[in-house]
């Protein structure tokens, strides 16, 4: 299941998920992680059966269209299909929203991500960039 956060406990979930794989797992500085963006996104989180949130991601408006973000999966959880429902989850909201008509959707995806988002409709647009230490790629759908 996949859910829109509505209340602070599930952003401090989702924000726990961040940490774990962004800050420990991939080093990213602690600093870079969280941004003033928070409250101007759009947050999710996704569910294992049993309840408990295993993935997260966000969505937000920006100078050149819709911007998806954070996308985070536990690494126990990898591979089992959350990265896709949460992908949906944020791009059906994105399609609801009347302001978001007519915008380009994108995202700078991890080189390690990229053939992911490709297989659910994004291209890459320009080089490789280096972003929080990590090696990305524009992608647009």
Do not use: C, N
Request: proline share 6%; no cysteine.
């Amino acid at each position: 299941m996949v859910s829109l956060i509505i209340t602070p406990e599930q952003l401090q979930q989702a924000f726990a998920i961040r940490w774990q794989v962004f800050v420990e797992e991939q080093h990213v500085p602690a600093e870079e992680e969280l941004d003033d963006f928070e409250p101007t996104s759009r947050h999710f989180l996704a569910f294992e059966p049993g309840g408990t949130p295993v993935a997260t991601a966000r969505w937000r408006t920006t100078d050149l269209g819709i911007k998806l973000e954070r996308f985070a999966v536990l690494g126990p959880y990898r591979g089992q299909g959350y990265g896709l429902k949460i992908l949906q989850a944020v791009l059906a909201d994105i399609a609801a929203d009347p302001a978001a008509e007519g915008k380009v959707r994108y995202l700078h995806a991890q080189l390690s991500a990229a053939a992911f988002y490709a297989a659910a409709g994004f291209t890459p647009t320009g080089p490789v960039f280096e972003e929080a230490g990590i090696q990305h790629v524009k992608m647009v759908l």
